[in-house]
């Protein structure tokens, strides 16, 4: 359905996905972007925006199957207070920003919004998202980053320049990985030469772990201001912690008609990202003598052999390789052993026997470092020869491999998270 609609200096509709929209005439705002006569942009369908005409425009919106257009009641939009606020943050030199909230808050959009308003003064924008399990700029289960070389509407329509691999997609028991991604990722925008940089995070906001991470980052990162985003009680709870801050904390309310995503729109998601950055692949057989191996228990460990035939009868499945540490050894299974069995070699060798069935190896996400010890981009375990001593892995990247980084995260061939996360996958 196509609809044509005359917008009066200020006056707001509301466009929920999937819609194309193209101004005709006129200057329209949405999320703090200014789109003249002949721009157009397109509403996701996990998406919504309201527009707004700057002065008497005309727009033309196309709405797809499940979009729909709407006129807001009163109060319902934020557009004018987020503008306000976030305009006040810049014109004050707030450049290193922090967004808080909950999910589905509107602290992607916030995000988005901070980066126009700063692109319209001129200045050159960098974007670090610290959602690893709702990532927009890079794929899941990574911090990343990049510049915003245009305005936007979302940060799924930047591409990841810079990613950090944490391996999983909670952030619980991750804290000091992401705040050691979120600051280098800060360094390297700075170094790219960013004016203003925004960190969008996580919507763990439950519990003290959860905000003190949160604070770390705003810390290290040396932010100006921190933005809470749809929850007062949250930010009543820690505007105290941020006063020191050269621009304090800033509440900003949700707008009271949201398009709040469920567990299945989330999942859906995490797949397109993950396919967006794993295509195409190209299958590469890595020597596993030349590269530095982190996130693995059994790489981790030594190396040990005349075991196996031992464990094999113990154990009463295949078992492909054997490492230790002083109180465990890592057993590389083809088959998942018996739990009885698992504590019969247990008390017969002496040490804790921790089984890492191949099987369940397949297709987990890993990370690969290339020569300039960055990370490149990311992969799908696909084989480990322990006779050869190397590792197949699919990949997009083509370049020299130094290292790779194993997480817990496994997908299928449709590239959709399978099984439960793992301590380790190999």
Known sequence: MISRVQLEPGQVIRVIGPAHVRVISGQVLVLGAVFDAGKEFFVHRYRSYAIKGLVESLVEIRLESGGSLENPLPGEEMIDKWVSAIDSLIQRECRRIVVIGPSDSGKTSIAALIANRSLLRGYRVGVI????GQADIGPPSTVSAAMVPRQILWLRELRAQYIRFIGSITPQRNERKIVAAVVELANSLMQAGADVIVVDTDGWVQGINSIEYKAEITRFIKAHSVVVVGDQQLY???????????????FLE?????RERSREDRRVLRKEAYKRYLTPLFERVIS????????SCFFSARRVRGYESELQKLLRVNVLAVSETIDT??????????????ATATEKLGKQVYILDVNLAKNAVLSII?????EKAIGLLKEIDFDKNT?????PYTGEVRGIIFGSIRLSDEFEEVGKPLRCVI
């Open 391 to 395: 590792v197949t892995i699919a990949t």
């Open 236 to 250: 009543q709870s820690i505007k105290n912690m941020f006063q020191g801050l050269p621009c304090g904390a800033v």
């Open 254 to 258: 949700s707008p009271k008609v949201r």
């Open 329 to 342: 050894y890592y057993v590389v299974t083809s088959g998942q052993p018996l739990p009885q069995h698992v």
């Open 288 to 295: 596993l003598d030349k590269v530095s191996l982190y996130g």
């Open 129 to 132: 998202d610290a959602d690893v």
């Open 370 to 374: 290339g020569s300039d010890y960055e």
